[in-house]
């Protein structure tokens, strides 16, 4: 995944075209308001059943310390088309299990 606070469009299709979700802040958050140094890890949860074009999906920093702190994200894939591709991890796998099939 890439979360951004925001895509030009055709960063945001090369993105699902190779497979890669990509997913934008909401409500004005940016990535200095989080405070990260580095040390965090990060967890996408909402994705389990499957992805809809430009659903919510929830972001989990874990700290160093132990403290974690969620924030709510948008996720950019923008059309069914494009729930597919993600789906199949891109477009070229899409295109090749299409032709095989």
Do not use: W
């Amino acid at each position: 995944a890439v979360i951004a606070e925001s895509f030009e469009r055709i960063h945001r299709s090369n993105l699902v075209g190779m497979g890669v979700l990509p997913l934008q802040f909401k409500d004005g958050m940016t990535r200095q308001d989080l405070k990260l140094d580095g040390s965090e890890t990060f967890d996408v949860t909402g994705v389990e059943a499957g992805i809809r074009p430009r659903m919510d999906v929830t972001l989990t920093i874990t700290r160093a310390d132990g403290s974690t702190q969620t924030v709510p994200l948008l996720c950019r894939i923008d059309t069914l088309d494009e729930v597919e591709y993600y789906r199949h991890g891109g477009v070229l796998p899409f295109v090749l299990r299409n032709l095989a099939a």
